[in-house]
């Protein structure tokens, strides 16, 4: 029987010891921020904030935010150096540029003791899946700049785990063959795909001794997981993880993502990023690094705008026996349109067309864009689906789902559909026909391509 805990007296405390441990984190982290961050050190001067003043993580309120922009606004060239870099070159050990979704990589540096914090969250979330020493994990997931495949690997030697490290996996039927696996970890794209290849090499994914699934990279639609853990025969859980250092993990109960709190420090905040919102209610992920007295940290980050949007669960303690909050799975805002005065994410899109009998026509691959059309408050939706035999397909059945599926319970969406300011048309697509097969890098499932 595997252990529940990777960190239990951390896993466990109660709330006001875990409070205090965030606070005592905090003050220091700040301290250490003044002290060895060049951006960090003229922000407070600049906005006349003692960081001496900074004692709980409410105190977070008071002072700015900063975001991508601001990280790009003081690296070079627009700046001599990299202002966010918080150790001397000498103590970097290595060194990541995050894409963004406008603008020049961003540079985070990395101590080895951010990666030991890291792979320790990396860490936590798989025990807390069920993982443990004797599990053979696939990591399906980049490798290179991405620190999320190379966190986990890392994360796999405190637990005992092996890993095969794979990353596009283009043979998934030799990896099975030759070596076991017990767990895979990929995008719900990629795991889509691995048991479509599986199958057509003649092994069945419900059979091939996978008795779970890790799923990251980015946000998905419940009914997208749902799907994955039928064809595969066995559970899904989620990850939540960035350079920067969100990293949350759900655990086995499937109650929400855990955060971390004595490692990383989320809030939650209004759209105008002015205040706090109360638990229960969406808004921004706000995040501040925690690093313990004498610790060092290469690019540390206060009142970070992730520009991920979600929801604080609870902060209770949950079933499984942690107290560390849950959130819901993100989402990122630069996949959130608004259209006949509705707001959708392309996980609503997702949504749509996951519904269950959908699948028994499509691969689940789909792109869709948003067109304007006639009146400039009027809006088209241009799903495309891949198809798995293009003779078969129940066309009439799956727009009526997709539609069905996509308003959901949002009464906007249905407002805007049934005053035609929102209208959908559909692409039954042979499979490979799809933009974002021809497309390099992440696959971008919802374009806005009004003018
Ligand atoms: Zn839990």
Redesign the pocket.
Known sequence: MPSRFYHEAVETKDRDALDAIIDERLKYTVAYAYEHSPFYRSWFDRNRIDPAGVKTHEDLLSLPIVSGRTIRANQPPETGDFLFRSVGWEEVFTVHETSGTSGPPKAFFLTWQDWERYAEKYARAFV?QGFGRGDRVVICTTYGKNVGANTMTLAARGIGMTVIPEGTCRSPDRVMARYHPTAIVGSVFKLLTLARTLSRAGIQPTGSGVSRLVAGGEPFASESRAYLEEIWGCPVHNTYGSTEGTMCGE?D?H?GL?VPEDLVHLDIYDPSLRSFVPDGECGRIVLSTLIGEGERCGTLLLNYDTEDSSTVISRER?????THL?IMNPTRDAESVQAGGAYFNRVDVERGVFQRENMEYLTGEYESFLYSCGRKDEAVLQVSMEVLDPATTDREGIRDRFIRGFLGKNPFLGKAHDGGSLTFAFRFAEPGSLEISRSEGRPRRLVDRRG
């Open positions: 807390s655990c109960r109650l855990h949950c079933p499984c026996g942690r849950r």
